[in-house]
């Protein structure tokens, strides 16, 4: 499958390694081509892999990856363009925070989330909100933690969820240990959840920790 990702940080880097690594063609997205993050990525990644401006990756996919920051999530997604995400599976990475008063804080947060902006900006688009409470590490390589921790999916296209699922299940994720929490609006819960995940990083020290469901 052709898989498009937008962002060359941490994330972006992480699940378009992984994409390439369980046998998909991958290319990376920026605000330009020949960013320079993008292009060390296709030299030590190799021949599935490519790189362009947002338009290119977007076009370029099947399915969509957003690994943006949460702050420019909705002006690289303009960028990316509309026309281009119709009907395509975009998988909503990324998390509201708002560092501009200091502080890391949420916004939109309660009554909104960015999932739902998202959604309500590219109609058209099939958002599904994943992955984003846990590290890059994690996310791609859940056998780096003990237990049957679990990731959680939310969208309001129920094929759009499984796709997602099984894409989840080539990173490691048995699809037991993904939780479907019904539409885009639980987006609020997952990104909220950030800021307890910030304080346990603090209290424990590391960023490699995941929640695991008793039942």
Not at 97 to 107: C, E, H, I, Q, Y
Not at 150 to 168: H, I, N, P, S, Y
Request: glycine share 12%.
């Amino acid at each position: 499958m052709k898989v498009g990702v937008l962002g060359t940080g941490a994330v972006g880097q992480a699940i378009a390694t992984k994409l390439v690594e369980v046998g998909h063609d991958v290319c990376m997205g920026s605000r330009v081509a020949g960013n320079e993050k993008a292009l060390a990525w296709v030299s030590e990644v190799g021949e599935r892999a490519a790189e362009g401006a947002f338009a290119v990756a977007a076009e370029w996919g099947e399915i969509i990856f957003n690994c943006t920051a949460g702050a420019h999530a909705l002006e690289a997604l303009e960028a990316a363009g509309g026309e281009r995400l119709e009907g395509k599976v975009l998988v909503d990475v990324s998390n509201a925070l708002d560092f501009s008063r200091g502080a890391p804080r949420l916004d939109p947060v309660n009554d909104d989330s960015l999932g739902e902006r998202i959604q309500r900006a590219f109609l058209s688009a099939r958002v599904v909100k994943a992955l984003n409470t846990v590290n890059a590490k994690v996310m791609v390589d859940p056998g780096r933690l003990a237990g049957d921790h679990v990731v959680f999916v939310c969208g309001e296209d129920e094929a759009a969820k499984r796709q997602v699922t099984e894409l989840l299940g080539e990173f490691g994720w048995p699809a037991e240990r993904v939780v479907d929490l019904g539409g885009i609006a639980a987006a609020r819960r997952t990104e909220m959840y950030l800021m307890l995940w910030l304080g346990l990083m603090d209290t424990l020290g590391t960023t490699e920790f995941n929640i695991t469901l008793a039942r």
